[in-house]
C-alpha cells in the first residue's frame, strides 16, 4: 500500500491549509483512513480517522477547525484545517488501518505515508 502526502506549508495563525494524501488502496477497500501528527520531542498523535464505514472521527484538540474527507474517486483523503495554532506545527503523516473502525490507536495502523510538514507562525 502507498500514501502520498501533499500540501503541508507555512502559515501564520488563523490561517488555513489542506493537506492531500493520495493512496493506492483500492475503492472497495474497507479499511480505514487517517490522519496523524509528530511535534519535535513529542510521541505520535491522533487527528482524525475515516472508517470503512464511511465515519469520521477527530481529536478533541482540533474539532470544529479540521475537517477530514475521502474522494474515492481520486483514491485520495483530505485534512482541511481552518484557524491554525502555532501548536498545530508539526509533520503530518496518513496511515491506512486493519481494523475498519478507524481507532485512534496508532498500532492498528500497517501503512504510513512519509509525511508533510505543517509550521504555523505566531
Known amino acids: 500500500v502507498r500514501l502520498v502526502e501533499s500540501g503541508g506549508g507555512l502559515v501564520q495563525a488563523g490561517g488555513s491549509l489542506r493537506l492531500s494524501c493520495a493512496h493506492s488502496?483500492?475503492?472497495?477497500?474497507?479499511?480505514?483512513l487517517g490522519w496523524f501528527r509528530q511535534a519535535p520531542g513529542k510521541e505520535r498523535e491522533f487527528v482524525a480517522a475515516i472508517a470503512g464505514s464511511g465515519d469520521i472521527s477527530y481529536a478533541d484538540s482540533v474539532k470544529g477547525r479540521f475537517t477530514a474527507s475521502r474522494d474515492n474517486g481520486k483514491n485520495t483523503v483530505y485534512l482541511q484545517m481552518n484557524n491554525l495554532k502555532p501548536e498545530d506545527t508539526a509533520l503530518y503523516y496518513c496511515?491506512?488501518?486493519?481494523?475498519?473502525?478507524?481507532?485512534?490507536?496508532?498500532?492498528?495502523?500497517?501503512?504510513w505515508g512519509q509525511g508533510t510538514q505543517v509550521t504555523v507562525s505566531s
Open positions: 496511515a491506512t488501518s486493519w481494523n475498519p473502525l478507524g481507532t485512534m490507536k496508532t498500532a492498528e495502523y500497517d501503512f
Open positions: 488502496l483500492p475503492s472497495s477497500s474497507r479499511r480505514a
